[in-house]
C-alpha cells in the first residue's frame, strides 16, 4: 500500500492526503478596514451650537448638549446624536460585529447550556500536560506527551504514536535543530522536555469570543475564489498552477497590522492546494495570522489550517480538532511571533517549506 503524506518542515507535522496533483498558492491577506466618524461628529456638533447661541449650555458625562426653549426634544436629540455618533466607529465598524450584538437578552438557561458545551469542548481540546509554561503574552503553553496530541482522537490514529520525521527533499539542508528561539512562549528559555509537543491551551474565553461554539477553530463557510474580488475580503494571491507539484516553500515578511475589531483579521500565508474550487477542495495553509477573535489579542501568530471538503465539515485552525500530528517540541502552533518586522526598521521573517512523502509500507 502507498502512503502520501504531506509535511510541514518549520513544525515537523504529518497531514494525510488524497491527491496527487495540486495548484500552489501564496497569498497575502490585509483586511484592514478603517472608517472615520470624527468629522461627521464635529459638524453634527458645529451645526447645533449654531442654532442654540445664547442659550444655557450643561455638561453630561463629558458629552456636551445645547439647551434651547424651542422644544424639550432638541437637547435630548443632540444626547442621542452624539451618543449613536460615539459609538457608531465600534458599532459599524464590522457589520458582523453589529449583527451579532443587536436583540441578545440574556437567558440563563441558555447561557448555563453554553457553558456547559464549552467546557465539555475543552476536556477535549486540552490534554493533561507533563509541564505548563507562562508565555510574556498571557499563553499557557503545555507540553503534552507526542501521544495524547488531539490528533490521536482520530477513529483512524487512536493507539497509535507519532511517525519520525521523513527526509527533506533532495536539495534541502538537513532539519536538524531550531537554534533561533522566535516565539513569545520561549524567552525564557524554558522549553518542553523530549516526547512531548508544546500546545497553547485554549481558554473558556477564547471560546466565548467565537461567533459560533460548534465551529469554534474552524473558518466560516463560503465559496473560495482564486481571484481578488471576493466580497469583504481583501486580498492579493500570487499563484502558479496547471502542473503536478511535490512541495513548495516560502520565506514570509511578519508585520503586527492593527485591525478594527474582534470580527477581522490579516493574515499572510503559504497555500497548498488540490481539487477544484467546489465541495471537493483541499488544503494545506501555513503562515502567520492575527485574529482577535481566535486569540484575543492583536500578536502576529504562526498557524496551520487544512480542509478535505472546502471548509465545511473538515479541518480547523492548529491543533484545535484531530488530523494534524505535530512532532516538533520546540515550535507551538498558534504561538505568538517576535520580533516583527517594522517599517524604515527591522525586518523578520519565517521560511516554510511543505513537501508531499512517499512510503512503501
Known amino acids: 500500500m502507498v502512503i502520501m503524506y504531506w509535511i510541514l518542515d518549520l513544525v515537523g507535522a504529518v497531514f494525510s492526503w488524497t491527491k496527487t496533483s495540486s495548484n500552489i498558492i501564496w497569498c497575502c491577506l490585509?483586511?484592514?478596514?478603517?472608517?472615520?466618524?470624527?468629522?461627521?461628529?464635529?459638524?453634527?456638533?458645529?451645526?447645533?451650537?449654531?442654532?442654540?447661541?445664547?442659550?444655557?449650555q450643561e455638561?453630561?458625562?463629558?458629552?456636551?448638549?445645547?439647551?434651547?426653549?424651542?422644544?424639550?426634544?432638541?437637547?435630548?436629540?443632540?444626547?442621542?446624536?452624539?451618543?449613536?455618533?460615539?459609538?457608531?466607529?465600534?458599532?459599524?465598524?464590522?457589520?458582523?460585529?453589529?449583527?451579532?450584538?443587536?436583540?441578545?437578552?440574556?437567558?440563563?438557561?441558555?447561557e448555563l447550556k453554553k457553558l456547559n458545551i464549552i467546557r465539555d469542548r475543552l476536556k477535549k481540546i486540552n490534554k493533561p500536560a507533563v509541564k505548563t509554561i507562562q508565555?510574556?503574552?498571557?499563553?499557557?503553553?503545555?507540553?503534552?506527551?507526542?501521544?495524547?496530541?488531539?490528533?490521536?482522537?482520530?477513529?483512524?490514529?487512536?493507539?497509535?504514536?507519532?511517525?519520525?520525521?521523513?527526509?527533506r527533499p533532495k536539495g534541502q539542508k538537513p532539519p536538524g535543530m531550531v537554534t533561533e528561539n522566535f516565539q513569545r512562549w520561549t524567552m525564557s528559555g524554558t522549553l518542553c522536555p523530549e516526547g512531548t509537543i508544546p500546545?497553547?491551551?485554549?481558554?473558556?474565553?477564547?471560546?466565548?469570543?467565537?461567533?459560533?461554539?460548534?465551529?469554534?477553530?474552524?473558518?466560516?463557510?463560503?465559496?473560495?475564489?482564486?481571484?481578488?474580488?471576493?466580497?469583504?475580503?481583501?486580498?492579493?494571491?500570487?499563484?502558479?498552477?496547471?502542473?503536478?507539484?511535490?512541495?513548495?516553500?516560502?520565506?514570509?515578511n511578519v508585520w503586527a497590522p492593527r485591525v478594527v475589531n474582534q470580527y477581522e483579521f490579516s493574515l499572510s500565508q503559504m497555500w497548498v492546494i488540490s481539487g477544484s474550487f467546489g465541495d471537493d477542495l483541499n488544503t494545506i495553509e501555513a503562515g502567520w495570522q492575527v485574529s482577535p477573535e481566535l486569540y484575543g489579542d492583536n500578536y502576529p501568530r504562526f498557524f496551520t489550517y487544512w480542509t478535505t471538503d472546502a471548509y465545511q465539515?473538515?479541518?480547523?485552525?492548529?491543533?484545535?480538532?484531530?488530523?494534524?500530528?505535530?512532532?516538533?517540541?520546540?515550535?507551538?502552533?498558534?504561538?505568538?511571533?517576535?520580533?516583527?518586522?517594522?517599517y524604515n526598521g527591522g525586518q523578520?521573517?519565517?521560511?516554510?517549506?511543505?513537501?508531499?512523502f512517499l512510503s512503501n509500507h
Not at 226 to 247: F, I, L, P
Request: aromatic share 6%.
Open 30 to 56: 490585509d483586511d484592514n478596514r478603517r472608517r472615520q466618524y470624527q468629522q461627521r461628529t464635529q459638524q453634527q456638533q458645529q451645526q447645533q451650537m449654531d442654532s442654540t447661541k445664547a442659550t444655557k
Open 59 to 110: 455638561n453630561f458625562s463629558g458629552m456636551a448638549c445645547s439647551w434651547s426653549k424651542i422644544s424639550p426634544i432638541i437637547p435630548i436629540l443632540v444626547c442621542f446624536l452624539l451618543v449613536v455618533s460615539s459609538i457608531c466607529p465600534v458599532a459599524h465598524a464590522s457589520k458582523i460585529s453589529g449583527d451579532r450584538t443587536a436583540n441578545q437578552t440574556f437567558n440563563p438557561e441558555q
Open 135 to 167: 508565555s510574556p503574552d498571557g499563553d499557557l503553553i503545555d507540553c503534552v506527551l507526542s501521544h495524547h496530541q488531539p490528533a490521536f482522537d482520530h477513529p483512524q490514529l487512536k493507539g497509535q504514536k507519532p511517525l519520525d520525521p521523513p527526509e
Open 199 to 252: 500546545i497553547r491551551r485554549t481558554r473558556e474565553q477564547d471560546m466565548m469570543r467565537a461567533s459560533s461554539v460548534k465551529r469554534f477553530g474552524r473558518k466560516l463557510r463560503r465559496h473560495v475564489r482564486r481571484d481578488s474580488s471576493s466580497n469583504g475580503h481583501e486580498h492579493a494571491v500570487g499563484y502558479v498552477s496547471g502542473d503536478q507539484y511535490y512541495g513548495a516553500k516560502a520565506s514570509i
Open 313 to 342: 465539515a473538515t479541518g480547523c485552525y492548529n491543533l484545535l480538532c484531530s488530523g494534524f500530528v505535530q512532532t516538533n517540541s520546540r515550535i507551538a502552533i498558534g504561538a505568538a511571533i517576535s520580533p516583527t518586522s517594522s
Open 348 to 356: 523578520f521573517d519565517i521560511s516554510l517549506l511543505i513537501w508531499k
